[in-house]
């Protein structure tokens, strides 16, 4: 064993590595920021403009409510036998819990969906974002064949009932010009054109046609439906 004084630059070495350990103090982090400060207005910015982007092209989404009220003789003080078999586990359903089956049912969505078109959706651009024109759109596309797959196109309004379809989503970048009520052969099927009541000329600017397969429509609104009744003692439906 060979002894080695320690000198100047020993003591000096373990004296970093001792105060390797410290936590920095507030001081030091303001100093850290102080230095580096021009990243704080930059990450301000960037969050700011990212924000600004999404709700540029993000499209509101709305929510309805509705209360209904059955009528129901099960239910209530004025059924003490109904209750009576609730308490001892009786397995008999109440119109309340009938009309909720029927609320939440499939044939039920399927004649909300016909009666309504709501397979076929119409958007316009505003901006970066395209808004749905449901009730809104000058010409009605009525599709003649059936649609298994969604498919897309987008017509533009020439004037003198004349409309000009592209940017199908099969059949590449064909175009195709055609009146309104005439039958029309295009890559996604049969479809005719109809003038709606809020038709006019001179509209300007592309509308875009969305159809989906009704079965889809249907089972997006069918999961989108809330319905429970709001206390096995009442009548109520929301």
Known sequence: YIYKPMTHNDERHDGIEASAGVTPTLRDIASIAARRWYWFP????????????????????????ATLIVNDTRKGAASEMAAFNDIIGGI???????????????????????????ATRYLSRDGLRRVDMY???????????????????????????????????????EEIIARCGDTVVTPIGLVVALASPRYV?????????IRSPESDIVERYREALKCEVADRQTSIIR
Not at 201 to 209: A, F, H, L, P
């Open 135 to 173: 009730g809104c759109a000058p010409v009605v596309i009525e599709f003649l064949e059936p649609i298994y797959e969604e498919v897309e196109f987008c017509y533009t309004i020439l004037g003198d009932s004349t409309l000009r379809l592209s940017s199908f989503s099969r059949g590449g970048g």
């Open 92 to 118: 008999g359903h109440s119109s309340v819990d009938n009309e909720v089956h029927i609320l939440k049912s499939r044939h039920l969505m399927e004649e909300v969906v016909a009666r309504y078109g709501l």
């Open 201 to 209: 000329d001179n509209c300007e600017g592309e509308i875009c046609v």
């Open 42 to 65: 930059i990450s301000l910015l960037l969050c700011l403009g990212a924000a600004l982007l999404y709700l540029s092209y993000a499209q509101p989404t709305y929510q309805r409510t």
